[in-house]
């Protein structure tokens, strides 16, 4: 029988090593996994890559993956936040490596690695910083830049409702980068706020399929990120 | 779908010309009832409280909705719904969500009508500059402009016409990184609205109390007198 619930964050995170690729959903706080990044500080694992929209805010989440030195590179397009000097402080400090990419090419690079498609032409960037040094090439008479797919070894996702297959919807703008980096990892782990029984979730409103969704943790009341910077708090 | 009631301007420092609710409804008022319109953050966002009655845009935000409403009231802010700002919103009756792939494909692919940005600076070729400036130990950040600039059918810049210390942001040619070359359509300031053309930027209006010799001191590049009607956009 497939079943993919596990019972506890540590347990869905806890083959995470040294040195792996990780997608971590979400756009600021919507859609950001607080539960499944904290149980990743917790193994005190080092060296990842995370590819992520933004850098966290205050000293929770992200942020706290960051400030504990577990982070050495980051794929990201926004890595500023009002509410942050983490990823600036280690970042000028050369602790931190930066990739910068506009946050539409960065969209359609997971997608792409998710798709299988290794590499895709796009006017995004064309005659800037971020274009040089990359490939570019002429379709009909317009100028494009050629970027690289991005597959991960595993993501971090937040959704809202899943099914022991792994079938996932989410809340509002929260479902922002999940479901592209469900598609783009080998272990897709989504922390959900509710799993229910096969068949309760309407097959024509499943958005992310659970083919693409290895591991679902139940957490019924996650924290929520902008309460824990209002209150400064820091984890752990 | 109705549209947000104003928000009260953040700022209210003594202005020349338009007020920023001013330049906001000369944009709004210059969109083609039916778009499909993104707003940048801090001045565009107030186009959203100026579309002329009768007339319904779409207000798309890149983190995944179409059909914006207004700012909801403290007690009823979902931290997942916000806007590209992380600002908490509604979402209006007819509305869609979508993720990030789709959204920008609605970008990219020339799906959405008018992007209206904000500036560092604009040239007269119509590049824009506005994700970093040459700031040693500046910390670089994107997000989507380049991708807005790169695939909305028509790009607009709102902004003052001048920096906060009366540098020209409208220049003959951009001195910060480039956010995309020759993607600006039209500019809306405090003090005049300027189409840029192959000719370089044609006036099509200025601020009432603000004379063209006054316009041009306060711009870095040739101006061309075309006042008079302007198109719709997009």
Not at chain 1, 135 to 158: K, N, P, Q
Not at chain 1, 165 to 182: D, E, Q
Not at chain 2, 56 to 64: A, K, M, Q
């Amino acid at each position: 029988m497939i079943d993919k619930r596990i019972h506890s964050a540590a347990e869905a995170v806890a083959d995470i090593r040294d040195g792996a690729t990780v997608m971590i959903g979400g756009f600021g706080e919507a859609g950001s996994p607080i539960e499944l990044i904290h149980a990743l500080v917790d193994r005190g694992v080092r060296g990842l890559t995370v590819i992520s929209n933004n850098t966290g805010s205050g000293h929770v989440g992200l942020a706290a993956l960051i400030e504990h030195g577990q982070v050495s590179k980051v794929i990201c397009s926004y890595p500023r936040s009002a509410t942050s000097t983490v990823f600036p402080e280690r970042y000028r400090n050369g602790e931190i490596e930066l990739e910068l990419v506009p946050q539409g090419t960065l969209a359609e690079r997971i997608r792409a690695g998710g798709a299988g498609v290794p590499a895709f032409y796009t006017p995004t960037a064309v005659g800037t910083l971020l274009a040089e040094g990359k490939e570019t090439r002429s379709f009909g008479g317009r100028d494009f830049v050629m970027e690289y797919g991005l597959e991960a070894d595993f993501a971090l996702v937040r959704a809202d409702r899943a099914d022991r297959y792994g079938n996932l919807v989410y809340s509002k703008t929260a479902r922002n980068f999940g479901p592209i980096m469900c598609m783009a990892s080998r272990v897709a782990i989504a922390q959900v706020r509710e799993v229910v029984q096969a068949g309760e979730l309407d097959p024509e409103a499943i958005v992310t399929p659970g083919i693409f969704v290895q591991r679902v943790v139940e957490v019924r009341t996650p924290a929520q990120e902008s309460i824990l910077v209002r209150d400064g708090a820091r984890y752990p | 779908m109705t549209q947000a009631p104003a928000r009260p301007c953040a700022e209210s420092a003594p202005h020349l010309g338009w007020s920023r609710d001013e330049m906001a409804q000369l944009v709004a008022c210059d969109i083609a009832d039916g778009s499909y319109v993104n707003l940048g953050i801090g001045i565009p966002e107030l186009v959203a409280a100026h579309v002329p009655r009768g007339h319904e845009l779409v207000f798309h935000t890149e983190n995944g909705l179409l059909g914006v409403g207004p700012p909801p009231d403290d007690a009823h802010a979902d931290p997942e719904l916000i806007n590209a700002g992380k600002k908490p919103i509604t979402a209006l009756p007819g509305a869609a969500y979508f993720h990030h792939a789709d959204s920008f494909a609605m970008i990219r692919g020339g799906h959405l009508d008018v992007s209206v940005l904000g500036a560092m600076q604009v040239s007269m070729r119509g590049d824009l500059a506005n994700w970093m400036t040459n700031e040693k130990d500046a910390i670089p950040a994107v997000g989507g402009a380049m991708d807005l600039v790169a695939g909305v059918k028509t790009v607009i810049v709102l902004t003052e016409h001048t920096t906060k210390t009366g540098e020209p942001k409208l220049v003959e040619s951009c001195t910060y990184p480039l956010t995309g070359v020759g993607v600006v359509d039209r500019v809306y300031t405090n003090l005049a609205v300027i189409d840029v053309t192959a000719n370089g930027f044609v006036v099509r209006a200025i601020a009432p109390g603000i004379t063209f010799e006054d316009l041009a001191r306060k711009t870095g590049a040739p101006l061309v007198d075309g006042r008079g009607e302007r198109s719709i956009l997009p």
